[in-house]
């Protein structure tokens, strides 16, 4: 037995890896990276976003999500404009194009659920509730480890 099977953290990154794969190939056509995708999918449930909600959403920074962005804008699937109540902020607002995407992409996500076995939504949300629940105690983790740091240094 490999010592990465009975690793917690080698069956989440490889969960993650063919996920993203398995995305990949399905969005090729509409030229979509699965970032991009978690972008539009942000936008075509909530709505306009401040780049500042997008990059909460994805846990990106600006850095990140900013060219992520640029790139749909040149697509033609979303818009970004100063928000008139506060130039600091950037909105990010779906097209037409990329409203009328949403028919076309929407079976990406059933088709990745029948692929992992997960067309019961029970089970599927159960397994988003354990990943969220591994995510809060990591990242609290992480946020100790940050409040450490500021405080010796």
Same mark, same amino acid.
């Given at each position: 037995? /490999?010592?990465?099977?009975?690793?917690?953290?080698?069956?989440?990154?490889?969960?993650?890896?063919?996920?993203?794969?398995?995305?990949?190939?399905?969005?090729?056509? %509409?030229?979509?990276?699965?970032?991009?995708?978690?972008?539009?999918?942000?936008? %075509?449930?909530? $709505?306009?976003?401040?780049? $500042?909600?997008? $990059?909460?959403?994805?846990?990106?920074?600006?850095?990140?999500?900013?060219?992520?962005?640029?790139?749909?804008?040149?697509?033609?699937?979303?818009?970004?404009?100063?928000?008139?109540?506060?130039?600091?902020?950037?909105?990010?607002?779906?097209?037409?194009?990329?409203?009328?995407?949403?028919?076309?992409?929407?079976?990406?996500?059933?088709?990745?659920?029948?692929?992992?076995?997960? /067309?019961?939504?029970?089970?599927?949300?159960?397994?988003?509730?354990?990943?969220?629940?591994?995510?809060?105690?990591?990242?609290?983790?992480?946020?100790?480890?940050? /409040?450490?740091?500021?405080?010796?240094?």
């Amino acid at each position: 037995m /490999a010592v990465t099977d009975e690793m917690v953290c080698f069956s989440l990154y490889s969960a993650a890896r063919a996920t993203t794969q398995a995305y990949r190939s399905l969005l090729a056509p %509409w030229g979509l990276t699965y970032p991009q995708y978690l972008v539009l999918a942000i936008l %075509w449930h909530e $709505g306009e976003q401040s780049v $500042g909600a997008l $990059g909460e959403a994805m846990q990106l920074d600006s850095g990140t999500l900013s060219p992520l962005v640029r790139r749909l804008e040149q697509a033609g699937y979303v818009t970004r404009a100063r928000s008139p109540l506060d130039e600091r902020v950037v909105l990010v607002r779906l097209t037409d194009a990329g409203l009328a995407l949403r028919a076309e992409v929407a079976p990406a996500r059933a088709t990745i659920a029948e692929l992992a076995g997960m /067309a019961d939504a029970e089970h599927r949300q159960r397994l988003i509730a354990e990943l969220r629940e591994l995510t809060t105690l990591l990242q609290g983790m992480n946020d100790r480890e940050d /409040a450490s740091a500021a405080a010796r240094g």
